[in-house]
């Protein structure tokens, strides 16, 4: 695979357009799993949570490319399609129940991490 393709290239997007996306997938992901807005607040700024999901995000990104990149000649518009979907679908099946569980929320704004 060409070193210098990009999942941003390769679906054309910007990187403003790919952050608000990755942010939209972590917001969706977590938000399955908090109880409230402010435990979503509490997992969606808790950096072991991020990492993983930076982490995972780019073993998709390999495995999308791998698994896409011959149908690069599909319009931009379908190929971005796909990522999203096939993101989403990573993104709701594996999720970091572990860290997720460590972020303990009383409910009243104040929290716990083991």
């Known amino acids: ?3 210098k393709l990009t ?3 390769f679906i054309c997007i910007s990187d403003v357009d790919y952050e608000l996306l990755l942010i ?3 917001k969706l992901m977590l938000q399955r799993h908090a109880k409230d807005d402010v435990h979503l607040q509490l997992l969606i700024t808790n950096k072991p949570i991020i ?3 930076v982490t995972q995000i780019k073993k998709h990104n ?3 490319l791998e698994k896409y990149k011959r149908h690069k000649n599909l319009p931009n518009v379908v190929l971005h399609g796909h990522y999203r979907a096939y993101i989403l ?3 709701i099946q594996f ?3 572990a860290l997720i569980s460590g972020v303990r929320y009383n409910g009243n704004s104040k929290f716990l991490c083991n």
């Open 51 to 53: 990492r993983w999901f």
């Open 95 to 97: 999720y970091p129940s």
């Open 89 to 91: 679908k990573k993104a």
């Open 1 to 3: 695979m060409d070193k």
């Open 62 to 64: 390999k495995t999308f």
């Open 7 to 9: 999942i941003k290239t």
């Open 24 to 26: 939209r997938f972590l």
